[in-house]
């Protein structure tokens, strides 16, 4: 059963950085797309930013050119890289990964999610 763990979310001041890290436990499989969706209190989950396993990578135009979304195959983990933040990017961050079993079929894998509190 593949995992998800969620680690580096907080509380910080506006214009501050913070970094997401979102590593899959398990074996038997490999993982296609990871990507960082949020929810805000009384909001729809949202997609922040997704990266392809070869590499190539997409944004929210809300977060363009401040979040940077990078991946390690070879660890299983995807990175936010958060700089410029604003309060409006308070939210509960969460990781999913679409799961590419050696047997059995393909299916989405959600982390357990990350609060991450921007103050003005």
């Known amino acids: 059963q593949v995992q998800l763990v969620e680690s580096g979310g907080g509380f910080v001041q506006a214009g501050a950085s913070l970094r997401l890290s979102c590593a899959a436990s398990g074996s038997g499989f490999s993982i296609e797309t990871m990507g960082w969706y949020r929810q805000a209190p009384g909001k729809q989950r949202e997609l922040v930013a997704a990266?392809?396993?070869?590499?190539?990578?997409g944004y929210a135009d809300s977060v363009k050119g401040r979040f940077t979304i990078t991946r390690d195959n070879a660890k299983k983990t995807v990175y936010l890289q958060m700089n410029s933040l604003k309060p409006e990017d308070t939210a509960v961050y969460y990781c999913?990964?679409?799961?590419?079993?050696?047997?059995?079929?393909?299916?989405?894998?959600w982390g357990q999610g990350t609060q991450v509190t921007v103050s003005s």
């Open positions: 999913k990964a679409y799961i590419l079993p050696f047997s059995g079929r393909s299916y989405d894998c």
């Open positions: 990266i392809m396993s070869y590499g190539s990578e």
